[in-house]
């Protein structure tokens, strides 16, 4: 599977752009806040996210895209129940 690994906690080995990014994004629009990409409201919140679970494409025959990955995260701040999630693919 090469990099493309399960991961419990830890931090994420993203394919593309930090996927803090995306859920940060997420959160932004779910709140209805407005945000651009590479607002420095959005970088200065990255590491308040933390990975819970990242699952990667191959195991069981899975494949998410081409060759993707799952991503949850969870903000620092949060409860379990408000963990994000995006996924990529290669």
């Known amino acids: 599977m090469g990099h ?3 991961l419990v906690g830890g931090h994420p080995r993203p394919q593309q752009s930090p996927v803090e990014y ?3 994004q997420l959160r932004c629009a ?3 806040e407005p945000f651009e990409w590479s607002s420095p409201e ?3 919140a990255l590491p308040r996210w933390r990975s ?3 699952v990667g494409s ?5 494949m998410w895209g081409d060759v993707g990955q799952l991503h949850w995260l969870l903000r620092d701040d949060a409860l379990p129940e408000e963990a994000a ?5 290669g």
């Open 30 to 32: 779910v709140d209805g």
């Open 22 to 24: 995306e859920v940060e």
């Open 42 to 44: 959005v970088a200065a």
């Open 52 to 54: 819970l679970l990242q």
């Open 58 to 62: 191959g195991d069981a025959d899975t």
């Open 4 to 6: 493309y690994a399960h």
């Open 85 to 89: 999630f995006t996924w990529q693919c």
